[in-house]
């Protein structure tokens, strides 16, 4: 298919400020989730790798295994079958280490994208106010001034070094960095790193990235002490020279601190520097929120907005407040936590919109007044209509009762059929591994 002239200048236009930021954190995110959808395919292949080696190294000691004269059960290695038992042993040893060492891979690449999505925030932060160039210290000779054409590829070299030199820092450094340029960009004290309980997840991880790369994953003094310094949990049963490891339920916390700060950091430097793009900012961080609902991650959706209604203290219209509101009373509800999610509806007033009135009532469980509602609502309603019915995860648990596909039929002429997302591949493996340890 041949792309028409206005297919091509939408995508090369240049992006808006705001969407240099939703751009980042939406590539951020998908780049992250790759990487926790992708783990549990590369430890089932390792596991079977490794049981495979395993399997043929207890039938090569089954044939050579016999019995003395006591019973005693005695395994030889015939000569000539040396090489066949060192090959196999090697290929049991290479399994086994990759178990070790390929989990580590992801940790090591968790952390090189938040480093590359730091450097694209931190450049949109730049064209959004070009102002921020003018507080950057760099020393140039008249020679190599006159080696630019022009003044603006000086200053995009300049920038471009800035966001090296950041990138060079610890992450709990670039965080006081960006405090400190932001706080004598905007005149006023700005902080970061306060209010912020996941920061030490967010420093261990990094930490324990530096040593995969330099250590071979051998704790050091220094990860100790950067630990301690940040009150990382546990530290205290660390000693010099442990090996470290990634197991599945490790990279959970490490893959949800990473996104909780990236998510973070991205609407606070949003909401500070284009307050007039609020309502955008606010709906880029519903649909982060409404993706984790949707995809079974309900206690990151319960910190993400426990942040837009009790952190953010402005928002682009109040409708979207409201909304926040109601999908954390939802996090809640799809936790089995009903009574926080009813009082986290009760302390609202939700009299207004038939939308509002409809999700309090399915969250109440009053599904006689839900149907009245929807009924009320009818079938070509702007905001709720049949997709929105068969896949919105508020209306997860109401779906399954008579009321809800009794209703449904009656406003689409049509029975209702399940449409439930498949859980994700990270999301159902890590639901294996804790149903395994319960059992």
């Given at each position: 298919?041949?792309?028409?002239?206005?297919?091509?200048?939408?995508?090369?236009?240049?992006?808006?400020?705001?969407?240099?930021?939703e751009?980042?954190?939406?590539?951020?995110?998908?780049?992250?989730?790759?990487?926790?959808?992708?783990?549990?395919?590369?430890?089932?292949?390792?596991?079977?790798?490794?049981?495979?080696?395993?399997?043929?190294?207890?039938?090569?000691?089954?044939?050579?295994?016999?019995?003395?004269?006591?019973g005693?059960?005695q395994?030889k290695?015939?000569?000539?079958?040396?090489?066949?038992?060192?090959?196999?042993d090697?290929?049991c040893?290479?399994?086994?280490?990759?178990?070790?060492?390929?989990?580590?891979?992801?940790?090591?690449?968790?952390?090189?994208?938040?480093?590359a999505?730091?450097?694209?925030?931190?450049?949109?932060?730049?064209?959004?106010?070009?102002?921020?160039?003018?507080?950057?210290?760099?020393e140039?000779?008249?020679?190599?001034?006159?080696?630019?054409?022009?003044?603006?590829?000086?200053i995009?070299?300049?920038?471009?070094?800035?966001?090296?030199?950041?990138?060079?820092?610890?992450?709990?450094?670039?965080l006081?960095?960006?405090?400190?340029?932001?706080?004598?960009?905007?005149?006023?004290?700005?902080?970061?790193?306060?209010?912020?309980?996941?920061?030490?997840?967010?420093?261990?991880?990094?930490?324990?990235?530096?040593?995969?790369?330099?250590c071979?994953?051998?704790?050091?003094?220094?990860?100790?002490?950067?630990?301690?310094?940040?009150?990382?949990?546990?530290?205290?049963?660390?000693?010099?020279?442990d090996?470290?490891?990634?197991?599945?339920?490790?990279?959970?916390n490490a893959?949800?601190?990473?996104?909780?700060?990236?998510?973070?950091?991205?609407?606070?430097l949003?909401?500070?520097?284009?307050?007039s793009?609020?309502?955008?900012?606010?709906?880029?961080?519903n649909?982060?929120?409404?993706?984790?609902?949707?995809?079974?991650y309900?206690?990151?959706?319960?910190?993400?907005?426990?942040?837009?209604t009790?952190?953010?203290?402005?928002?682009g219209?109040q409708?979207?407040?409201?909304?926040?509101?109601?999908?954390?009373?939802?996090?809640f509800?799809?936790?089995?936590?009903?009574?926080?999610?009813?009082?986290i509806?009760?302390?609202?007033?939700?009299?207004?919109?038939?939308?509002?009135?409809?999700?309090?009532?399915?969250?109440?469980?009053?599904?006689?007044?839900?149907?009245?509602?929807?009924?009320k609502?009818?079938?070509?309603?702007?905001l709720?209509?049949?997709?929105?019915?068969?896949?919105?995860?508020l209306?997860?648990?109401?779906?399954?009762t008579?009321?809800?596909?009794?209703?449904?039929?009656?406003?689409?002429?049509?029975?209702?059929?399940?449409?439930?997302?498949?859980?994700?591949?990270?999301?159902?493996?890590l639901?294996?591994?804790?149903?395994?340890?319960?059992?």
């Open positions: 298919m041949i792309e028409d002239n206005k297919g091509i200048e939408n995508r090369f236009r240049k992006l808006e400020d705001f969407e240099l930021l751009t980042a954190i939406d590539s951020y995110i998908l780049e992250i989730e790759s990487l926790a959808e992708t783990l549990p395919l590369v430890i089932s292949l390792i596991a079977m790798k490794q049981r495979d080696e395993n399997n043929k190294m207890k039938k090569f000691i089954k044939s050579n295994t016999t019995e003395n004269d006591t005693e059960k395994f290695i015939p000569i000539n079958q040396f090489n066949q038992f060192n090959r196999l090697t290929d040893n290479i399994a086994t280490a990759a178990m070790n060492i390929l989990p580590r891979t992801f940790v090591v690449a968790l952390v090189s994208q938040y480093d999505y730091l450097g694209n925030l931190y450049r949109a932060l730049f064209n959004i106010k070009p102002q921020l160039a003018y507080s950057l210290e760099k140039f000779s008249f020679q190599e001034i006159l080696k630019y054409k022009d003044i603006d590829k000086l995009y070299e300049v920038i471009e070094k800035d966001i090296e030199n950041l990138l060079r820092a610890s992450h709990f450094e670039q006081k960095v960006l405090e400190r340029k932001i706080s004598k960009s905007i005149g006023k004290e700005f902080t970061l790193t306060t209010n912020l309980p996941i920061l030490s997840t967010f420093i261990e991880v990094a930490e324990r990235r530096n040593l995969f790369v330099h071979n994953g051998l704790v050091s003094q220094q990860y100790i002490e950067n630990c301690k310094k940040h009150k990382v949990i546990n530290i205290e049963n660390v000693n010099i020279s090996e470290l490891i990634v197991d599945p339920i490790y990279f959970e893959y949800k601190a990473y996104l909780e700060i990236g998510v973070k950091l991205n609407q606070v949003w909401r500070k520097f284009l307050p793009r609020l309502i955008e900012a606010d709906k880029n961080l649909n982060i929120a409404y993706d984790l609902l949707y995809n079974g309900y206690d990151m959706a319960q910190i993400l907005l426990n942040f837009a009790e952190e953010i203290s402005k928002y219209n409708e979207m407040r409201k909304i926040f509101v109601i999908n954390k009373a939802l996090a509800y799809l936790s089995n936590d009903k009574i926080t999610a009813n009082n509806i009760d302390a609202e007033d939700f009299s207004i919109g038939n939308e509002f009135k409809l999700a309090v009532c399915v969250l109440k469980e009053n599904f006689e007044e839900a149907k009245k509602i929807m009924i609502i009818g079938p070509k309603d702007e709720i209509g049949q997709e929105e019915y068969q896949e919105w995860p209306f997860k648990v109401f779906r399954e008579d009321i809800f596909k009794e209703t449904f039929r009656i406003l689409f002429k049509e029975d209702f059929i399940i449409r439930e997302a498949p859980k994700k591949a990270f999301h159902s493996f639901e294996t591994i804790r149903s395994k340890k319960k059992d």
